[in-house]
């Protein structure tokens, strides 16, 4: 069973910073596409950011410019690095790989204070 852990998530003022690692346990890690998403309460799930295999990444807009995405193989672990934080990036965080439908972490609440 392909399991996902993700961490950093905490409280951060506004215009703070966040580093979330996402542990992933798939032997086919290097080959599969992960994603970010965030569900803000009340709100549906949403893809925040990606990144392929090759490295190739894409980002919501909402998100574009302040948020980067990269992945380490050798490690197995996706990172988002979250900058300019704004009281709307308040969610809980969940990784994702794309290859396994069922493929995804616990999440990790991030708050952001205005």
């Known amino acids: 069973q392909v399991q996902l852990v993700e961490s950093g998530g905490g409280l951060v003022q506004t215009g703070g910073s966040l580093r979330l690692s996402c542990a992933a346990s798939?032997?086919?890690?290097?080959?599969?596409?992960i994603g970010w998403y965030r569900q803000a309460p009340g709100k549906q799930r949403e893809l925040v950011a990606s990144?392929?295999?090759?490295?190739?990444?894409a980002y919501a807009d909402s998100v574009k410019g302040r948020f980067a995405i990269s992945r380490d193989n050798a490690k197995r672990t996706v990172y988002l690095q979250m900058s300019s934080l704004k009281p709307e990036d308040t969610a809980v965080y969940y990784c994702?790989?794309?290859?396994?439908?069922?493929?995804w972490g616990q999440g990790t609440q991030v708050t952001v204070s205005s």
């Open positions: 994702h790989d794309l290859r396994y439908s069922s493929a």
């Open positions: 798939a032997s086919t890690f290097s080959f599969d596409t």
């Open positions: 990144i392929s295999s090759g490295g190739r990444t």
